[in-house]
């Protein structure tokens, strides 16, 4: 689920860098233009360095045992690029709340039929609801040593029919 989070991340930083608000062709407002751009990008690598890392790590770990300090890495990792996605979310949510209201603004004026807002905040968005999505599923992920209880059951009636 690290490679989830890894596209959320990128999405992100991808968002930053398309317009938040535009006024036609001529007039545009880039996130990175904005302090909340700034601090959405920085939030945005370092969650995509967090999930390049625990995808590294994962295919790193797939070949050897699963250990409980994996997991518990594996946890501390959901949970923070849960949280950052959390962060971001709410920064592009009040950020696409106070576009839309300049965007209301200006359509009493001259510019308000071409005033709208621009696709960066929607990616910035989106991408934060899919690293919250590949952080939670690294969470809710079983560690790999452990079975479930179908696969625990058909194993052991197979102990059972090869002893017979």
Not at 112 to 121: E, H, I, R
Request: glycine share 16%.
């Amino acid at each position: 689920m690290f490679g989830v989070a890894l596209f959320g991340g990128i999405l992100t930083v991808v968002g930053v860098f398309l317009p938040w608000m535009q006024v036609g062709a001529l007039l545009v407002n880039r996130g990175i233009d904005n302090p909340d751009g700034a601090i959405a990008l920085g939030i945005g690598i370092g969650a995509c360095a967090l999930a390049l890392f625990g995808l590294l790590r994962a295919m790193q770990r797939r070949s050897a045992r699963s250990s409980g300090r994996t997991f518990r890495f594996r946890t501390l990792l959901g949970i923070a690029l849960i949280l950052a996605a959390i962060v971001l979310f709410i920064t592009g949510f009040i950020d696409l709340r106070d576009v839309q209201s300049r965007v209301a603004d200006a359509g009493e004026t001259v510019f308000g039929d071409v005033a709208s807002v621009g696709s960066g905040l929607y990616m910035l968005l989106v991408g934060a609801v899919v690293l919250g999505i590949g952080g939670l599923g690294s969470l809710l992920r079983r560690p790999e040593g452990q079975r479930g209880s179908n696969e625990l059951e058909a194993s052991v009636e197979e102990e059972e029919h090869v002893g017979q």
